[in-house]
C-alpha cells in the first residue's frame, strides 16, 4: 500500500511529465491518424499504383531492363536503390539521385519494363503531416526532441497506472459520475480512457522512441558492422560497374527469402564498388528482418553477409508497429480506434489542469 509521500511523489511524477508532453504528444496522435492509412491514402490519390491487367500472361522483363529506363529518365542522376513488394510482385521500385539525397522515385511494370508512376518526393499533405510527426521540420533535433517526449510518455504511464491502483479501490471499474462536478466526469473519463488505452500506448510511445533513435542508430551501423564487411575493398580505385542487376539479384538469393531493396554502389547503404542487397523473410514477422548481403560489381559475385545488430533489428521490427503495419486493414482500424481514445486521454488531461488551475471544479 502506497504511503501519502510516496502517493504525492508519484503524483507529481505524473502531472509534470504529463503538463511536458501532452501538448506535442498529442499533435502526434492527430498526425499519426491519417498516417496509419498512408498507404491506401497514396492509393486513393493515385500515388501508388497496381500493375495493369495484361491480355495474355507474361513473364517479367530483364531487370536492367528497368533500370536502364529509369537512367534514361534522370542521366544526370544514379540508381541509389531498387525495391520490390511481396504484394505487388508485378512491380520494380527504382529510386534515384545524387549521393545520399533521393530526387526521384519510380514505379515501373516488371513484365513490360513500361514507367507506371513518378512516386512525388517532399511534397503534398500527406508530407507534410509526415514531417510533423517525425522532426516538427526541425530535422534530427526534432526527432530526438519528439524522442524525449516520448519517453516522458512512458514514465507517465507508468506513474499513472501507480496512481490509479488506490483511486480504484473506491470506485468500481469504468464508473463515470454524471451528476457530480465537470472536473469528476473528466477524471473519471482521462482514467477510463487512459487505462482501456494503456498497452497500446505503451507500445506506441516506446517503438516511436525508438523510431526517434533511427539515424544514430543507422549511422552507428554504418560506421561499425558496414565499414567492417566493406574494409577489405576500402583501398580499391572506385570501377566501371560489369555486373548485371539480374547476376546480382541471383547471387544473393536465399531460401524462403526474397528482396526488400538493392542498394546500388555509391548509394547510402553500399559500398563504392559493391552492391548490397537487403533480403526479407517471408512471414509477416521476419518480412520485417533484413539480411544484408555483399556481392562484388565486378564479378556480380555474393562475397559477405552477416546479420543485423540488436538495435537495428529493433528498429525494424518498431517502425511498422508503431503504424499498425503489421495485420493489414482490420489491425489499422484498431490503431486508428484507439488513436482516437489517446486523444481523448490527452484532452481530458489538459482539461482536468486547466479547471484546477482555474478552481472551476463545477460546471
Not at 234 to 256: I, T
Given at each position: 500500500?502506497?504511503?501519502?509521500?510516496?502517493?504525492?511523489?508519484?503524483?507529481?511524477?505524473?502531472?509534470?511529465?504529463?503538463?511536458?508532453?501532452?501538448?506535442?504528444?498529442?499533435l502526434?496522435?492527430?498526425?499519426?491518424?491519417?498516417?496509419?492509412?498512408?498507404?491506401?491514402?497514396?492509393?486513393?490519390l493515385?500515388?501508388?499504383?497496381?500493375?495493369?491487367?495484361?491480355?495474355?500472361?507474361?513473364?517479367?522483363?530483364?531487370?536492367?531492363?528497368?533500370?536502364?529506363?529509369?537512367?534514361?529518365?534522370?542521366?544526370?542522376?544514379?540508381?541509389?536503390?531498387?525495391?520490390?513488394?511481396?504484394?505487388?510482385?508485378?512491380?520494380?521500385?527504382?529510386?534515384?539521385g545524387?549521393?545520399?539525397?533521393?530526387?526521384?522515385?519510380?514505379?515501373?511494370?516488371?513484365?513490360?519494363?513500361?514507367?507506371l508512376?513518378?512516386?512525388?518526393?517532399?511534397?503534398g499533405?500527406?508530407?507534410?503531416?509526415?514531417?510533423?510527426?517525425?522532426?516538427l521540420?526541425a530535422?534530427?533535433?526534432?526527432?530526438?526532441?519528439?524522442?524525449?517526449?516520448?519517453?516522458?510518455?512512458?514514465?507517465?504511464?507508468?506513474?499513472?497506472?501507480?496512481?490509479?491502483?488506490?483511486?480504484?479501490?473506491?470506485?468500481?471499474?469504468?464508473?463515470?459520475?454524471y451528476?457530480?462536478?465537470?472536473?469528476?466526469?473528466w477524471?473519471?473519463?482521462h482514467?477510463?480512457?487512459?487505462?482501456?488505452t494503456?498497452?497500446?500506448l505503451?507500445?506506441?510511445?516506446?517503438t516511436?522512441?525508438?523510431?526517434?533513435?533511427?539515424?544514430?542508430?543507422?549511422?552507428?551501423?554504418?560506421?561499425?558492422?558496414?565499414?567492417?564487411?566493406?574494409?577489405?575493398?576500402?583501398?580499391?580505385?572506385?570501377?566501371?560497374?560489369?555486373?548485371?542487376?539480374?547476376?546480382?539479384?541471383?547471387?544473393?538469393?536465399?531460401?524462403?527469402?526474397?528482396?526488400?531493396?538493392?542498394?546500388?554502389?555509391?548509394?547510402?547503404?553500399?559500398?563504392?564498388?559493391?552492391?548490397?542487397?537487403?533480403?526479407?523473410?517471408?512471414?509477416?514477422?521476419?518480412?520485417?528482418?533484413?539480411?544484408?548481403v555483399?556481392?562484388?560489381?565486378?564479378?556480380?559475385?555474393?562475397?559477405?553477409?552477416?546479420?543485423?545488430?540488436?538495435?537495428?533489428?529493433?528498429?525494424?521490427?518498431?517502425k511498422?508497429?508503431?503504424?499498425?503495419?503489421?495485420?493489414?486493414?482490420?489491425?489499422?482500424?484498431?490503431?486508428?480506434?484507439?488513436?482516437?481514445?489517446?486523444?481523448?486521454?490527452?484532452?481530458?488531461?489538459?482539461?482536468?489542469?486547466?479547471?484546477?488551475?482555474?478552481?472551476?471544479?463545477?460546471?
Amino acid at each position: 500500500m502506497l504511503t501519502n509521500p510516496t502517493l504525492k511523489s508519484w503524483t507529481r511524477i505524473h502531472k509534470w511529465t504529463s503538463l511536458v508532453c501532452t501538448v506535442f504528444i498529442l499533435l502526434l496522435c492527430l498526425t499519426g491518424l491519417p498516417l496509419i492509412f498512408a498507404d491506401e491514402i497514396d492509393h486513393a490519390l493515385g500515388h501508388r499504383v497496381v500493375a495493369p491487367v495484361l491480355p495474355e500472361p507474361a513473364g517479367n522483363v530483364a531487370v536492367d531492363t528497368v533500370i536502364n529506363a529509369a537512367r534514361a529518365l534522370r542521366p544526370n542522376d544514379a540508381v541509389q536503390f531498387l525495391s520490390a513488394d511481396s504484394h505487388a510482385p508485378d512491380l520494380w521500385f527504382v529510386s534515384m539521385g545524387v549521393g545520399a539525397e533521393t530526387t526521384a522515385s519510380y514505379t515501373f511494370d516488371a513484365r513490360t519494363g513500361a514507367l507506371l508512376s513518378e512516386y512525388p518526393l517532399n511534397q503534398g499533405f500527406m508530407n507534410i503531416l509526415l514531417r510533423l510527426h517525425v522532426d516538427l521540420f526541425a530535422g534530427t533535433p526534432g526527432t530526438l526532441f519528439l524522442g524525449l517526449m516520448g519517453t516522458l510518455l512512458l514514465i507517465s504511464l507508468v506513474s499513472g497506472v501507480v496512481l490509479y491502483a488506490p483511486f480504484m479501490r473506491k470506485l468500481a471499474f469504468g464508473t463515470v459520475r454524471y451528476g457530480q462536478s465537470s472536473r469528476l466526469v473528466w477524471l473519471d473519463w482521462h482514467n477510463l480512457t487512459g487505462i482501456a488505452t494503456l498497452a497500446w500506448l505503451f507500445v506506441v510511445g516506446l517503438t516511436g522512441v525508438i523510431n526517434s533513435l533511427a539515424e544514430p542508430i543507422l549511422d552507428q551501423w554504418q560506421a561499425g558492422e558496414l565499414a567492417d564487411m566493406l574494409a577489405p575493398y576500402q583501398d580499391q580505385p572506385v570501377l566501371p560497374l560489369q555486373a548485371s542487376v539480374e547476376q546480382v539479384l541471383a547471387a544473393a538469393a536465399m531460401p524462403n527469402k526474397s528482396l526488400s531493396f538493392l542498394a546500388f554502389p555509391g548509394s547510402p547503404f553500399a559500398g563504392q564498388n559493391h552492391f548490397i542487397a537487403y533480403l526479407q523473410g517471408k512471414t509477416p514477422l521476419t518480412s520485417q528482418l533484413l539480411t544484408p548481403v555483399l556481392i562484388d560489381a565486378q564479378t556480380g559475385m555474393a562475397v559477405d553477409s552477416r546479420d543485423l545488430p540488436p538495435q537495428v533489428t529493433a528498429l525494424l521490427i518498431s517502425k511498422p508497429l508503431h503504424f499498425g503495419d503489421y495485420g493489414g486493414l482490420p489491425l489499422k482500424i484498431i490503431w486508428a480506434l484507439l488513436d482516437v481514445l489517446a486523444i481523448v486521454v490527452l484532452y481530458s488531461g489538459l482539461v482536468l489542469w486547466l479547471k484546477k488551475r482555474r478552481g472551476t471544479g463545477t460546471s
